[in-house]
Nanobody, 118 residues
């Protein structure tokens, strides 16, 4: 069992910044990639950003390009999401995701709330 624990969410004003972290624990795993998804009230869960665990290549949703930066610390089994220039439309529960090489097994965190006020 792999557990993913998100932290760093909170309430900020538009234009502010937050840094989310997701730490993997429970047992050793071989990650292919880790990333972030988010879900706003009444909306489907959507992709935000991902990072290749080994090479570090990244991918971003168009809505966050230039504002969000994903990074990882392989020694700590932790992925981060630096969110700058936050907008009210960024308000959502943010979920950490990990994909393992073995059978592309997926793990999800419990989510952390990000609220951006006008």
């Amino acid at each position: 069992q792999v557990q993913l624990a998100e932290s760093g969410g909170g309430l900020v004003q538009a234009g502010g910044s937050l840094r989310l972290a997701c730490a993997a624990s429970g047992r050793a795993f071989s990650a292919r990639a880790m990333g972030w998804f988010r879900q706003a009230p009444g909306k489907e869960r959507e992709f935000v950003a991902s990072i290749n665990w080994s090479g570090g290549s990244t991918d971003y949703a168009d809505s966050v390009k230039g504002r969000f930066t994903i990074s990882r610390d392989r020694a700590k089994n932790t992925v981060y999401l630096q969110m700058n220039s936050l907008k009210p439309e960024d308000t959502a529960v943010y979920y950490c995701n990990a994909v393992q090489w073995f059978q592309n097994a997926q793990s999800w965190g419990q989510g952390t709330q990000v609220t951006v006020s006008s």
